[in-house]
DNA sequence: GAAAAAAAACTTGCCAGACAAGCGGACAAG
DNA sequence: CTTGTCCGCTTGTCTGGCAAGTTTTTTTTC
């Protein structure tokens, strides 16, 4: 099944993977065009050049030109109206965060995200305990019984545990919160279970982690902020101490 | 110095602003094609069909199809290999996290945007008091100071506070932590900064906030994490009550 | 027959030119 | 002073093409 020509675990491992190509001319418009606007040269609300003159003024076609601000404007840092032209946002800010994770194998990348993750978790848990409507503890509540059922036909479940915690962030009903930690979860598990497949002794269900679990929903169905806080930042500590056991090999 | 044809605030609060345009071809195929790849049609790893098959596929011409490659690529999402073809990363997942604050002028949007910020920031700090090496402590000791001066000449001191709060942050050591938290300050700050003009009310320096930076300080000092996230977020839930004094009109 | 070298076939990066759709200001008519 | 028309400019999209890089096939050579 192994392609002729791929890299394999060997090039990868010796930095010789997706080789550092010079970057393309748009990497270095874009780069350039934005580095102007946040220098002020192209000043918030303001119109960029047309795409004809900045093609003299870079010595570049139209279309590495469109490629370059159509990549600013998926950024939100430029909007443009047919006929009118591209204009600076308001702001002169990205509406979009990047949050680029360089190296997927990099273990103080990994710890990085998990530290940032546990910090929106933790922070979500005392949020929900506090704005959880009856409807919210309700789907919480069945969703930590459908663990319960997962532990007990010694399923792995790592899809019950996801949306455990899904549905404990969603409880907070702050979409950011959802969106950010969705996108580390996500991350983090990817990480571990191409990193290992028997992922399940790093994330795996026990019945100590529905212990931990159990906790978090007792203080979020009280209204115990701090209580959610805690017991939440206890359970993911430890399941980061689990994963770190894993990256020290 | 208002401006002919302008919308004003009575067809904005009615929705008859600027009117949606139909979505480019660009920003169709490019939501396909991720939509597309999220079912697995293109499944991870693998190549995406050439550019000229994808015109005849999706009946447009090359340059739309680089355009919306284009931006896949500029999320992460693939790869391209010039004369190899374009590659679904191997993680299916874009590499960047898009925070997209829909409207600006919308009160629970920035309160959202508060709560993470407040989320980020307390845990910084508690990471800050833990890790921060001799010289963090010294260029935090030096911006309160500066702070301090600010105060004491009357003035708005408006980047001191900011820089004050980046000191700390950057001495968690971790880059997710600092990018995340740059972004949502910025975004906070311009909004205050551009909702009313004098600002100072809400975020400008006191000596009662300068007491509440000085009890982060000396937790970071001594590194007293539960201390420090605890001033941290006295500090910032005060900002956010004040700043919520404006909210409400 | 097998390994190495050369050629061919694709594929992306970039470019030039063109046309339609939409915007903005000028300008004349009422 | 308003209204309608026109014309230049700008973006959105298309067509066609060449250079550079990669993969596959063929040919050559040992």
Known sequence: MAKAGMPDDRDVAAGRGPLDRPPSLVDKLAQRLQADIRAGRYPPGSRLPAEQTMCALYRVSRATVREAVGRLKHDGLVASRQGA???????????????????????????????????????ASEHAARRRTAGDLEIIRARLEAMQTAIDRNEPGVDEDLTFHRSIIEATHNPFFCDLSDFLDQRVRRFIRTARANSARFLGL??????EHQAIFAAIASGDGPGARAAAERHLLNAAARLELYLER
């Open 85 to 123: 032209g591209a204009f600076i946002a308001e702001s002169g800010l990205p509406a979009v965060f990047r949050l680029d994770i360089a190296d997927f194998s990099d273990a103080q990348e990994i710890r990085n995200i998990v530290e940032l993750l546990i910090a929106v978790e933790a922070a």
């Open 206 to 211: 026990t019945q100590a982690v529905q212990g």
